[in-house]
């Protein structure tokens, strides 16, 4: 069975759950061929990425000339297919709004819909699957259609709170509509999305990849870590914040962030203000992905403080708290979305409320001075990730569902 994947890049530093997942349906057998929306904006750099890459088409990329070229080979072959998905679309503009942003972005992710869907024919793909249900699955329902081959989606975090038009109609359009956690499916549900098609497929781990660490390493000072984009929703405000209740304790603490953003000056300036020096808190920028493990394995403790932003986006189940886990180092994150069905309280790491600089100090204090309670944690964690959140576990679940529909 032949299998195209559709995502907003690829590959992508920003989204390497989605070519792990790529790589991993491989190794069991799948045939994958890609399509990316757009031209990465930062590459990912992994060494077995290089087959990938070259295989990869970008959809955005294709001249306007073969586009139109394709809508008008795809209508010469089947003018019925064409204009049944001709009818979806217009269904679908009056739907979101006729004279609305939403609609024209409709509009103009049809016209490269056919492009998409003359290069599925041609390359015999029997399935589709989308990353992401916003902007990619828009291009891609439609491009199904077109081709006649059924459609898949993941649907992650932003693509359904934030951005997520036409919901219920991507559900009932696809052959299953999977999610990453229970957290999103309920949310979906409430929408009144069609509960048969929804399936539950985590973003894995491989955990051949971690070695984990044997031992707390901390000296002196106490290193604590977090990897993720500068942006909002990942808390890291809070977490500079804890930091300076920490210091009040009279604790030796160094936060280490790895990653960029738009709220990097803005984070700096909250460091300054809190009068925490540049080695209390020091800014890494961002780190290819072949250099994250490392970095985690030299933590004391690994916090990504998650939160809601100011527009309802926030995180799913973050990736990188479960690469922290299987590296043996302990986690703190918060009660939010669908991180509770990985971090366990006390079981498998610690969570505190969003926004909660007090409970996130405590927190960091209760991992440092409870010896007992960060082995219990460990052993709980990795069994936590390799049993529910196995990168192949969850690629033989997609492949089986791929086979079944």
């Known amino acids: 069975m032949k299998i ?3 995502a907003p890049e690829i590959p992508a530093l920003s989204a390497t759950f989605v070519y792990k997942e790529i790589l991993a349906l491989q190794e069991l057998g799948v045939d994958v ?32 000339l073969t586009v139109i070229q394709s809508h008008v080979k795809l209508l010469l072959k089947s003018p019925l297919t064409y204009f049944s998905t001709l009818f979806k679309l217009l269904s679908d503009i009056f739907s979101v709004g006729l004279f609305s942003r939403t609609a024209l972005g409709l509009v103009f992710r049809f016209f490269y ?4 869907a003359k290069q599925l024919s041609d390359q015999q793909c029997q399935h589709l699957h989308i990353h992401f249900a916003h902007v990619p699955t828009d291009i891609g329902m439609y491009a199904a259609s077109l ?26 359009r696809s052959a299953f509509f999977a999610t990453i956690s229970e957290f999103n499916r309920r949310y ?56 300076e209740l920490i210091k009040q304790q009279g604790l030796l603490c160094d936060l280490l962030i790895a ?28 780190m290819p992905h072949t250099e994250v493990s490392e970095f985690i394995k030299s933590l004391d ?86 049993h529910e959140f196995s990168l192949l576990g969850n690629a033989e679940k997609l492949k089986n569902l791929f086979m079944a529909n």
């Open 147 to 172: 081709a006649a081959i059924p459609y898949s989606v993941t649907a992650h975090a932003n693509d359904i709170f934030e951005r997520g038009w036409l919901l219920v109609q991507k559900v009932e």
């Open 33 to 64: 061929t890609c399509f990316s929306v757009h031209k990465p904006h930062s590459v990912a750099n992994d060494a077995e990425l290089s087959a990938l890459k070259q295989k990869t088409s970008i959809l955005y990329e294709s001249a306007k």
């Open 301 to 386: 403790i690994f916090v990504l403080p998650c939160k809601q932003d100011s527009n309802g986006d926030m995180d799913g189940v973050p990736v990188v708290l479960m690469e922290a886990m299987l590296s043996g180092v302990p986690v703190i994150s918060t009660e939010l979305s669908g991180i509770p069905e990985l971090i366990i309280h006390e079981q498998t790491g610690l969570l505190v409320q969003q926004n909660d600089d007090a409970s996130l100090a405590e927190a960091i204090i209760q991992v440092l001075s409870d010896n007992q309670l960060r082995i219990e944690m460990k052993a709980k964690a990795i069994a936590k990730v390799n």
């Open 259 to 286: 990653g960029s953003g738009p709220l990097g000056d803005e984070l700096m300036q909250l460091t300054e203000s809190l009068a925490l020096n540049t080695t209390e808190v020091q800014f890494l920028g961002a």
């Open 188 to 243: 979906l549900l409430s929408l009144g999305v069609n509960a048969d098609k929804l399936e539950i497929v985590r973003c894995g781990v491989d955990a051949r990849q971690f070695a984990t660490r044997e031992n707390f390493v901390s000296t002196a000072r106490v290193k604590i870590g977090t990897v993720g984009r500068l942006v909002e929703k990942k808390g890291i405000d809070t977490l500079i914040k804890s930091m």
């Open 4 to 6: 195209a994947y559709l």
């Open 113 to 116: 819909a056919g492009r998409l």
